[in-house]
């Protein structure tokens, strides 16, 4: 069965530093979105992604946050200044379609900022 | 904008007993989406079962039902039969179906405990 998948399983890096988080959506997905869960909270929407552009974003994913899809099959989620605050599960999900039809997610990658 | 609330933040059951999950959600929108998600210890979000607000009946995938009150904006989980692998965190999400809107808005979680 087709999943989504991401890597690393889990990052720890310096506060300041540069992160990029890998997701590789289902192959006949074309929507592709990213979400953050902080320990013990609730899982919060940061972008949503299509046609090689950003087509929904959340008030958390600001600045220091980029998506991008570099090739045919990755997207990927950069934090370019990391902050404590960063620490958390980050999700990949991707859908056929926007519509109704579930967004499938990825395993995640704990993110860990010293 | 739409929230999602889940009152209940943990939940026990006896392995084999029905549990009910709560959910409640605000909206000004008539067609939308809502959907129970699990969550187990190794935190990969698996979809359990999906409603369209335009059907008027219940969804049901296997032991897991919907009791789906549109007019109370009510979106309870049921489990039947409960077993030890239904021992996870349950969030109830949101869709919107409004042009442009492609985001999941989450409760804050039920914690499940399957009591052997």
């Known amino acids: 069965e087709p999943e989504v998948t991401q890597t690393p399983s889990h990052q720890v890096t310096q506060m300041g530093q540069e992160v990029i988080l890998r997701c590789v959506p289902i192959s006949n997905h074309l929507y592709f979105y990213w979400y953050r869960q902080i320990l013990g909270q609730k899982v919060e929407f940061l972008v949503s992604?299509?046609?090689?552009?950003?087509?929904?974003k959340s008030e958390i994913f600001d600045d220091q946050f980029s998506v991008e899809r570099p090739d045919g099959s990755n997207f990927t989620l950069k934090i370019r200044s990391t902050k404590l605050e960063d620490s958390a599960m980050y999700f990949c999900?991707?859908?056929?379609?926007?519509?109704?039809?579930?967004?499938?997610f990825g395993p995640g990658t704990r993110l860990t900022v010293l | 904008a739409q929230t999602v609330t889940q009152s209940q933040p943990e939940m026990s059951v006896q392995e084999a007993e029905t549990v009910t999950l709560s959910c409640t959600y605000d909206?000004?929108?008539?067609?939308?989406?809502l959907f129970w998600y699990k969550q187990p210890p190794s935190r990969q979000m698996i979809l359990v079962i999906r409603q369209e607000a335009y059907k008027q009946q219940n969804a049901t995938e296997n032991r897991f039902s919907v009791n789906f009150q549109k007019a109370a904006k009510s979106f309870s989980l049921k489990i039947s039969d409960s077993q030890l692998g239904d021992a996870a965190m349950y969030f109830c999400?949101?869709?919107?179906?409004?042009?442009?809107?492609?985001?999941?808005?989450f409760g804050q979680g039920t914690r499940l405990t399957i009591n052997p």
């Open positions: 992604f299509y046609n090689n552009e950003i087509s929904e």
């Open positions: 909206t000004s929108e008539s067609d939308y989406y």
């Open positions: 999900a991707s859908s056929e379609r926007p519509g109704g039809r579930e967004q499938f």
């Open positions: 999400a949101y869709k919107g179906e409004e042009q442009g809107a492609q985001k999941l808005v």
